[in-house]
């Protein structure tokens, strides 16, 4: 319950604040966690970037007040925090389809999207095999690549592709001694607190000691760490099951997300997650 109420109060603040500046580190306080750690958490339990939440509920106030009042569009750009009148015009019609002063029109079709709360749902059910490991400092190296907060579900398989396409995974298991089709890894690391940015995306693989790596690949140190690495079926949902670890697994277990690389393992009979964590 703790963590119901601590999210539904980081929702209550946005809902008040709406018409207002919204901070997100005061969002992450109410929450009780890092301003990176809400950010990453909330698009995977909610399918939503944070950002594009509170954009949504903003655009849909302004639908509202504009079919019910005489406001002017322009007082209304400003007070849901568009600088001016074009910028709130463009992000109005790419949600709702139709120029902001339509909206008074007889009849015309918007979109709503309502206050998001937080519930117990009776799930769990399904197993989440998990194990915790503590492991010394390594290092990792592949191509890194921008993903951003807004859509990382669209991001993450256009880099594979690209990936993919210019034979990298050939050039890293080359620089290994591996055959050019062995399994690497993806590393998310380097997140940002600023909301209109995101965070590297990496495909990779384990650094051998003592072996030179050319310089066209991105190379991380990740320090001595507790680990907590979740098990699955390579045909598995990703993002469901990501899901599933932010909002059953964190609130539920003793541990919190730190600061850190998170990697995803890639293995011919399955697929791990790693999670670097602490005691809270």
Same mark, same amino acid.
């Given at each position: 319950?703790?963590?119901?109420?601590?999210?539904?109060?980081?929702?209550? &603040?946005? $809902?008040?604040?709406?018409?207002?500046?919204?901070?997100?580190?005061?969002?992450?306080?109410?929450?009780?966690?890092?301003?990176?750690?809400?950010?990453?958490?909330?698009?995977?339990?909610?399918?939503?970037?944070?950002? $594009?939440?509170?954009?949504?509920?903003?655009?849909?106030?302004?639908?509202?007040?504009?079919?019910?009042?005489?406001?002017?569009?322009?007082?209304?750009?400003?007070?849901?925090?568009?600088?001016?009148?074009?910028?709130?015009?463009?992000?109005?019609?790419?949600?709702?389809?139709?120029?902001?002063?339509?909206?008074?029109?007889?009849?015309?079709?918007?979109?709503?999207?309502?206050?998001?709360?937080?519930?117990?749902?009776?799930?769990?059910?399904?197993?989440?095999?998990?194990?915790? /490991?503590?492991?010394?400092?390594?290092?990792?190296?592949?191509?890194?690549?921008?993903?951003?907060? $807004?859509?990382?579900?669209?991001? /993450?398989?256009?880099?594979?592709?690209?990936?993919?396409?210019?034979?990298?995974?050939?050039?890293?298991?080359?620089?290994?001694?591996?055959?050019?089709?062995?399994?690497?890894?993806?590393?998310?690391?380097?997140?940002?607190?600023?909301?209109?940015?995101?965070?590297?995306?990496?495909?990779?693989?384990?650094?051998?000691?003592?072996?030179?790596?050319?310089?066209?690949?991105?190379?991380?140190?990740?320090?001595?760490?507790?680990?907590?690495?979740?098990?699955?079926?390579?045909?598995?949902?990703?993002?469901?099951?990501?899901?599933?670890?932010?909002?059953?697994?964190?609130?539920?277990?003793? &541990?919190?997300?730190?600061?850190?690389?998170?990697? $995803?393992?890639?293995?011919?009979?399955?697929?791990?997650?790693?999670?670097?964590?602490?005691?809270?």
């Amino acid at each position: 319950m703790d963590w119901l109420d601590r999210m539904n109060a980081a929702m209550d &603040y946005i $809902e008040s604040n709406l018409a207002d500046h919204i901070s997100y580190d005061k969002i992450a306080q109410l929450a009780c966690c890092s301003t990176y750690h809400f950010q990453r958490m909330f698009p995977f339990i909610t399918g939503v970037a944070l950002s $594009e939440y509170i954009r949504r509920r903003r655009l849909t106030l302004a639908a509202f007040e504009l079919q019910t009042t005489d406001t002017k569009v322009i007082d209304i750009a400003m007070k849901y925090g568009y600088e001016s009148p074009d910028a709130f015009t463009r992000a109005f019609k790419n949600l709702h389809g139709v120029m902001p002063v339509s909206a008074r029109d007889t009849g015309v079709s918007l979109k709503a999207y309502p206050r998001m709360t937080f519930q117990i749902s009776m799930k769990g059910d399904i197993e989440m095999n998990y194990r915790i /490991v503590q492991r010394e400092a390594f290092e990792m190296f592949g191509v890194c690549g921008e993903i951003s907060y $807004e859509k990382p579900f669209e991001d /993450v398989p256009n880099f594979w592709n690209k990936f993919a396409n210019e034979k990298s995974g050939d050039a890293i298991n080359a620089v290994l001694g591996r055959p050019s089709d062995a399994n690497l890894h993806a590393a998310l690391y380097d997140y940002s607190d600023n909301s209109n940015e995101g965070f590297k995306y990496m495909v990779c693989y384990f650094s051998p000691k003592g072996l030179e790596i050319p310089e066209k690949f991105t190379k991380i140190a990740v320090p001595a760490l507790t680990w907590a690495i979740f098990t699955m079926p390579s045909d598995i949902n990703m993002q469901e099951f990501r899901r599933r670890i932010w909002a059953e697994w964190f609130p539920t277990s003793e &541990y919190e997300k730190v600061n850190a690389p998170e990697f $995803e393992a890639y293995y011919p009979m399955g697929i791990e997650m790693w999670f670097p964590i602490r005691k809270k």
